[in-house]
């Protein structure tokens, strides 16, 4: 596939920092570098790290690891975890074609900077509707177009997707006549941030051969896909586990899986893809923080791969129990006041208010305040700020009990609303 046909013009000026392209040589054996300015690490003060588990194990971070982290390293991020990532991959996607890996500041860091590797001014991006609200706050900062596909409780309709492509331009949603077809197409397949929608594997073989029909990428942002709720603990195949062409740039995180300070993600795709990711790295913020990534191999070491695996399961079986003690107070409180669909992955439900009520944003942020509980008005995950009786609620840092009395001041709200 030719990759510089999606490659923006921003994207194609940037060039390899000369410093940061030596530091593949730093580690190297017997090579001695005059170089990268590189500190002195017997001037830190930092002797050593010890983490301790919540089942009581201590894990003694290997030392020459430790001062490798508190160094400049690789853009791509510390070849141990990049290669045990590397490795995971290979176990739960199998993708079908070769692919690079770049570890980032978070998995929303990647993301932005895909954002602007694809998109040159004036371009339109294809999005869900509604639509994850951190990605949609940076793309209206560039000058570009945001071309809504709706979707349901299966994600994206492959339907709406294939008119808009097939009829464009005269289906921009935009109105411009001479904006090009859109390139590529961004989705959160898993526990959608903020429907909780979960796409089916059929759902997601047409959603995929459509982008190959038109030559559109997709960049699947799947942070909840470990948090899926199958009673198998089975998990739906990826995009990139479908993807034959070499379309899709994956995100991934360890914000809800192991920690979301720790502020880790990875991003897997087409080699040219992601070495422009690589490049944007090298002369913004020049490589992940070090201490979070041999925090985080450490522990993915010291597990291995099955024991990554026990723990995600782990992590999914907890959210499952707190999505049906929520589904249950939504069914005391709520029913008849509101309709739902009950999420297959992640922690959001997108509540659909009825009672004539047309637009959430005061309730929820002027009234429901005063009430004391917290929700975020539909409106503000809508491409175009259409105004709508959504609010998304989120269920996993609540006990049963707050469940129970955040729902019925919602009820207390939505009831002097609908009465009024």
Request: proline share 5%; glycine share 8%; hydrophobic share 35%.
């Given at each position: 596939m030719d990759y510089q046909q999606f490659i923006s013009e921003r994207s194609k000026a940037r060039k390899p920092s000369a410093i940061r392209a030596l530091s593949p040589y730093l580690h190297q054996k017997d090579m001695i570098s005059l170089g990268a300015g590189q500190p002195n690490s017997g001037t830190f003060p930092f002797a050593g790290m010890t983490v301790t588990l919540k089942s009581g194990e201590k894990l003694d971070i290997d030392h020459q690891l430790f001062n490798r982290s508190l160094s400049y390293d690789l853009t791509s991020g510390l070849p141990h975890l990049n290669d045990w990532l590397r490795q995971l991959q290979k176990i739960e996607h199998k993708p079908p074609v070769e692919f690079e890996l770049s570890i980032g500041t978070g998995s929303q860091d990647l993301l932005i900077k895909a954002f602007e590797m694809l998109l040159n001014d004036g371009d339109a991006i294809l999005i869900e509707k509604p639509s994850y609200t951190g990605c949609l706050s940076f793309l209206r900062t560039l000058d570009c177009d945001l071309a809504d596909i709706i979707t349901d409780a299966n994600g994206i309709v492959p339907e709406a997707l294939e008119d808009m492509l097939a009829h464009w331009p005269r289906s921009n949603p935009n109105g411009k006549q001479d904006q090009p077809?859109?390139?590529?197409?961004?989705?959160?397949?898993?526990?959608?941030?903020?429907?909780?929608?979960?796409?089916?594997?059929?759902?997601?073989?047409?959603?995929?051969?459509?982008?190959?029909?038109?030559?559109?990428?997709?960049?699947?942002?799947?942070?909840?896909?470990?948090?899926?709720?199958?009673?198998?603990?089975?998990?739906?195949?990826?995009?990139?586990?479908?993807?034959?062409?070499?379309?899709?740039?994956?995100?991934?995180?360890?914000?809800?899986?192991?920690?979301?300070?720790?502020?880790?993600?990875?991003?897997?795709?087409?080699?040219?893809?992601?070495?422009?990711?690589?490049?944007?790295?090298?002369?913004?913020?020049?490589?992940?923080?070090?201490?979070?990534?041999?925090?985080?191999?450490?522990?993915?070491?010291?597990?291995?791969?099955?024991?990554?695996?026990?723990?995600?399961?782990?992590?999914?079986?907890?959210?499952?129990?707190?999505?049906?003690?929520?589904?249950?107070?939504?069914?005391?409180?709520?029913?008849?006041?509101?309709?739902?669909?009950?999420?297959?992955?992640?922690?959001?439900?997108?509540?659909?208010?009825?009672?004539?009520i047309k637009d959430s944003y005061d309730l929820i942020m002027t009234k429901a305040l005063k009430q004391n509980v917290l929700a975020i008005p539909g409106v503000a995950f809508m491409p175009h700020e259409d105004k709508n009786e959504y609010i998304r609620v989120s269920f996993s840092n609540v006990s049963k009990e707050d469940m129970n009395e955040a729902l019925s001041r919602l009820v207390t709200v939505f009831d002097e609303e609908a009465q009024s």
């Open positions: 077809r859109p390139r590529c197409l961004y989705t959160i397949p898993c526990g959608g941030n903020p429907t909780g929608a979960t796409a089916t594997l059929e759902r997601k073989k047409q959603v995929y051969d459509i982008c190959s029909k038109y030559n559109v990428l997709i960049i699947e942002d799947d942070a909840y896909y470990y948090l899926q709720y199958n009673s198998d603990r089975s998990r739906v195949p990826s995009y990139l586990s479908l993807d034959v062409d070499g379309r899709v740039l994956r995100c991934d995180s360890m914000s809800k899986i192991l920690s979301a300070g720790l502020r880790i993600g990875w991003m897997t795709g087409p080699k040219p893809l992601v070495e422009r990711i690589n490049m944007h790295t090298m002369v913004t913020n020049l490589q992940p923080s070090g201490i979070p990534q041999v925090m985080a191999y450490q522990l993915l070491d010291h597990w291995g791969h099955d024991g990554f695996f026990r723990h995600v399961d782990h992590v999914a079986t907890f959210y499952r129990q707190k999505r049906d003690e929520f589904i249950e107070c939504l069914d005391r409180r709520m029913k008849g006041r509101a309709e739902w669909v009950v999420p297959q992955a992640g922690m959001f439900v997108w509540i659909r208010l009825l009672g004539g």
